[in-house]
């Protein structure tokens, strides 16, 4: 069964760091695009990152660039979320995604998705 879980959310205060998992089962991560995204409650489901297969270019939505790093682990089919100097404007759930082609903004590019795991930033 093709499943992407994730893990690693929680509730920090502000200031705070946290870091995303993204574990791939019954397919080969190493193939896709790995893209992060998030929704707040009330608010569509937004890009956070996304890494290319071969790792070496990321792309970061404006609000969280210099704060948060991704990365991928292509041996234990995992991609990672390093969220550092975290706002409350970062809750949110956090979802990953793959998409065989590239890196895209549009959601509908994606054809796994994971459950998702919540982010809360407050004090």
């Known amino acids: 069964q093709l499943q992407l879980v994730e893990s690693g959310g929680g509730l920090v205060q502000p200031g705070g760091s946290l870091r995303l998992s993204c574990a791939a089962s019954g397919f080969s991560m190493s193939s896709y695009a790995i893209g992060w995204f998030r929704q707040a409650p009330g608010k569509e489901r937004e890009m956070v990152s996304c890494i290319k297969v071969n790792g070496g270019i990321t792309n970061y939505a404006d609000s969280v660039k210099g704060r948060f790093t991704m990365s991928r682990d292509n041996a234990k089919s995992t991609v990672f979320l390093q969220m550092n100097s975290l706002k409350p404007e970062d809750t949110a759930i956090y979802y990953c995604?793959?998409?065989?082609?590239?890196?895209?903004?549009?959601?509908?590019?994606?054809?796994?998705w994971g459950l998702g795991t919540q982010v809360t930033v407050s004090s």
């Open positions: 995604a793959a998409n065989l082609l590239t890196c895209s903004g549009d959601v509908s590019g994606y054809g796994y």
